[in-house]
């Protein structure tokens, strides 16, 4: 798919902004502060629903206004085009139109565009906590099957419901509290497990992908592996849930289960979290997303969006030139406050000043 047309009203720094996407290489060029960022973040938004900076919602809407749009028109695999329109209220909630349709529910417009985005941010993939790496392997599924959102949705449900459970018990597991709690495990077992088999199958797949795009931004053959092994799948999460139970009661919180499951990975048989130098954790932070969006690409039938936002001064000058050299085939926006290194080519190029985009 291609973003054909973007329009902004009132986003972060833009007070309106349109211009027009290609397929090929984008360079987005500016100097910091310009809102080269804001774009992509506008881009990824239509994807997500969520800032990939974590920004809420009043932060999107530029200061002083009541709301925010983003417009885009996208042209999809079968050669559809579709509008997507979005307000951004607070207060209030946000407000979704497909085709001038309205939709039900915001969370319906996940699917209708793909967006993978990799920024300065994601080393937290490699440094940041097992949560990180949980969002990691859940965002890559949500993007090849929507409906894994409403799986993890239902997940966070239960556990939220057990936990309350647990706490109210105040450490003493009377014969109501584990009837109870028999009737949420049962429940938290049967999605559980589903799921727990969704990232083992996603982990394998992606395995060799994030070893082949290493290899290719590192230049060098490395030893890299992705292991996604919680002890609770070999039994079942009920029989873990049992084993857990007294534990569970005395803590007053869930111990077990995919909501606290880690996503390890190893550089040359260490964990690149502790043993792996900046370099290299940066660089299986970009296989990771490089693989996701390959992943991604096999399995729907087309590329997402692929957005690199200040990519290129987080790596040295090898690195980036064989990142350039690797690019997938699709839609590409680069964000960089320089230009790019004589042997790459961008096909188009828009210069972001003070939140005025010009087309070269």
Do not use: C
Not at 82 to 90: G, H, N
Not at 221 to 238: D, F, I, K, M, N
């Amino acid at each position: 798919m291609i973003v054909e047309h973007l329009e902004l009203v009132d986003f972060r720094n833009y007070v309106t902004g349109s211009f027009d996407l290609h397929s090929g290489t984008t360079l987005v060029i500016g100097d910091n502060g310009q809102g080269k960022t804001n774009l992509a973040e506008a881009l990824a938004f239509l994807a997500t629903l969520s800032s990939f900076r974590s920004a809420p919602t009043e932060a999107l809407i530029r200061a002083g206004s009541a709301a925010a749009i983003i417009r885009a028109t996208v042209r999809q695999d079968d050669g559809r085009e579709t509008l997507i329109e979005v307000e951004l209220a607070t207060p209030g909630r946000n407000r979704v139109q497909v085709n001038r349709q309205k939709l039900a529910r915001v969370r319906d417009l996940l699917g209708a565009v793909r967006v993978t985005v990799f920024s300065p941010d994601d080393l937290i993939l490699v440094k940041g906590g097992p949560g990180d790496r949980r969002r990691f392997m859940d965002d890559t599924l949500v993007a090849l099957a929507t409906k894994y959102d409403n799986v993890r949705l239902e997940i966070d449900r239960i556990v939220r419901q057990r936990n309350t459970l647990l706490k109210q018990a105040g450490g003493r597991l009377t014969d109501e509290i584990e009837v109870t709690l028999d009737v949420w495990d049962a429940k938290f077992a049967e999605i559980a497990d589903q799921f727990g088999y969704a990232r083992a199958t996603l982990v394998a797949r992606l395995n060799p992908m994030v070893h082949e795009a290493y290899e290719q931004l590192a230049g060098v053959p490395t030893p890299l592996e992705l292991q996604y092994e919680p002890a609770w799948r070999s039994s079942g999460l009920v029989a873990a849930l049992a084993a857990a139970r007294q534990l569970d009661v005395r803590r007053g919180v869930s111990t077990v289960g995919p909501h606290r499951d880690e996503l390890s990975m190893t550089i040359n048989g260490l964990p690149s979290r502790t043993h792996a130098s900046q370099g290299e954790q940066r660089t299986l932070a970009l296989a990771l997303r490089l693989a996701g969006h390959r992943l991604v690409t096999e399995r729907t039938g087309g590329a997402p969006v692929l957005v690199l936002d200040d990519v290129l001064s987080e790596l040295d000058d090898h690195r980036a030139t064989a990142l350039l050299d690797h690019l997938p085939a699709g839609q590409v926006v680069i964000t960089t406050a320089s230009e790019l290194p004589p042997a790459a080519h961008a096909d188009h190029v828009l210069r972001v000043v003070a939140g005025n985009v010009s087309q070269d």
